[in-house]
């Protein structure tokens, strides 16, 4: 076995033991996207099929409960957890594997990419070491959610694309067929998991058919984008076939409502035109003014949770030393359009998670580009200082770059924890059972983790006020209505006690300030 090889194998164990420390206090799902993956593949357990027994948004105009699953988030998460507990049993922590050990790939993702474009050993471990402590994400990379498949196909569908064009630089047609089939396989894998994948798709046909075209002429830069968009529809066919079988689509048109939002909550409107027309009667002054308050929040993502802070200058000053290698122009290509497209498409969602879910895929080469700047920013500042060496301040400085990612990541470990309370739902289920009101249609923020937590059918809280959130619980026969803090803007007033209505009647206040309202049948039902 080669010492690459080796290297690998010990890395991967490296970031499997940190992965399988971090995920150690995590038992249950912590947000509603973990919590939604695990509730279907127990659905899938139970022969339920690919089903909601909740409605999280009412942007399909929903029917009536249980309701076609994974109309807005991509069905990968869930496949994975649904293997996992097939072989290991039914509960959170056996779904949990397949997470955990994705995302323990990805480091070693990282070392291959910094050897093989930097040809430097003690690159690749500080990149691998740069990955296992990744910061931000540590925390959510054993979670039920697309966080660790996206970032290790995205991030193989570019390391892919690139080797494509090595081939075609060799005169190896063959191999660069193989290589761009791949390259669409990856993308559709990442498309299973998230439904922004089409950006990524674009940037690798781009690349690779210019990389052909360039070689061959006309014919290479037809057969490249041809044998990506073959690897992809191979993947993908069987999703578009149910998802036509679902609604008649096999593009779901609930996602791209979500460009149309003029908040983030408008997610979770009901009866609202969330329409092109729509959004324009919104105003110019208001479009322009969020598409630069989401420029500037994900310029904040790029930099503080990509980067961790401290690694961004050096891999900025990298990715202009490597600015003529291939790899390194996709990925920034890929970077720049995924940063534009969750600012001026999807301005509120972008902000609010789907950039940090993407980025993870950047993770390896904002790691190897940031060791390349670490050199070359050691040198240049040694040119100017007599009596440094370049060589050993890069040395000192990439293992203490490492420790900062370490301290980084043990923060938001600590902070996480230390924020960690008893879930909403859990307190609502107890007492609903205690008053044996389980079967009853529930009105609640997070009906997902409502679900997890052993609840019955639930919808979400409709943002807007209180004539829509009765519309909405009369269309789909809720009887109650659960309000805590994170309750919409609209309906502050009824939680303040500051206004009332005769067909809400509160019944309990859990701690925490959660209330449980009684909603009153409408006259004639």
């Not at 980025?359 to 904002?366: E, M």
């Amino acid at each position: 076995m080669s010492q690459t090889w080796r290297d690998m194998l010990l890395v991967f164990g490296l970031a499997l033991v940190v992965r399988l420390l971090a995920m150690l206090p995590v038992q249950h799902p912590g947000y509603m996207d973990a919590a939604y993956s695990y509730d279907i593949a127990l659905n899938l357990l139970d022969g339920r099929g690919l089903t909601e027994p909740f409605l999280w948004n009412y942007l399909d105009d929903p029917s009536g409960l249980p309701h076609p699953s994974h109309l807005y988030w991509m069905p990968l998460p869930t496949l994975l957890a649904t293997l996992s507990m097939i072989v290991l049993g039914s509960g959170y922590r056996p779904a949990q594997l397949p997470f955990v050990v994705l995302s323990a790939l990805l480091p070693v993702v990282s070392y291959w990419v910094a050897m093989e474009t930097g040809n430097s050993r003690r690159h690749a471990w500080l990149a691998a070491g740069l990955t296992v402590f990744s910061g931000f994400y540590l925390r959510y990379w054993g979670q039920t959610d697309n966080f660790a498949p996206f970032a290790l196909t995205g991030s193989l569908c570019l390391v892919a694309a690139w080797r494509s064009q090595q081939a075609v630089t060799s005169i190896s047609l063959r191999r660069a067929a193989a290589w761009a089939l791949a390259t669409g396989a990856l993308a559709g894998l990442s498309h299973l998991a998230r439904a922004d994948t089409p950006v990524l798709l674009l940037a690798v046909i781009v690349a690779v058919a210019a990389a052909a075209f360039r070689r061959s002429r006309v014919a290479g830069g037809l057969w490249a984008p041809a044998c990506v968009a073959a690897g992809y529809i191979l993947v993908m066919l069987p999703w578009f076939v149910r998802n036509t079988t679902v609604t008649g689509n096999p593009f779901p048109a609930a996602g791209m409502q979500a460009a149309w939002l003029t908040s983030y909550d408008d997610l979770f409107s009901y009866g609202r035109d969330l329409s092109p027309a729509g959004y324009l009667a919104w105003g110019w002054g208001n479009i322009l003014a969020s598409k630069l308050t989401a420029a500037w929040l994900n310029v904040q993502t790029v930099g503080v949770v990509f980067g961790m802070v401290f690694l961004t200058p050096l891999a900025l000053v990298g990715w202009v030393q490597l600015r003529h290698h291939f790899l390194y122009r996709l990925v920034g290509g890929y970077a720049v359009l995924l940063v534009a497209v969750m600012t001026l498409v999807f301005t509120f969602p972008g902000p609010r998670g789907a950039l940090f879910h993407s980025g993870g895929a950047l993770l390896p080469f904002i790691a190897a580009s940031s060791l390349v700047g670490l050199d070359t920013t050691t040198k240049w500042v040694a040119s100017r200082h007599r009596g440094w060496d370049a060589a050993s301040a890069g040395r000192v400085f990439g293992i203490g770059l490492v420790g900062l990612a370490m301290l980084v990541s043990g923060w938001v470990v600590y902070r996480d924890l230390s924020q960690d309370a008893q879930p909403v739902s859990r307190g609502v289920v107890g007492w609903l059972a205690r008053h044996r009101q389980l079967d009853q249609v529930v009105m609640t923020n997070d009906p997902p983790s409502y679900c997890y937590w052993g609840g019955g059918p639930a919808i979400v809280v409709p943002n807007g006020p209180v004539d829509v959130l009765l519309a909405a619980a009369d269309r789909y026969a809720a009887r109650v209505v659960i309000l805590d803090q994170n309750r919409p803007l609209p309906l502050a007033p009824l939680y303040a006690g500051e206004t009332a209505h005769p067909r809400l009647s509160l019944v309990e206040t859990l701690p925490g300030n959660v209330q449980i309202y009684r909603i009153r049948p409408a006259q004639g039902n």
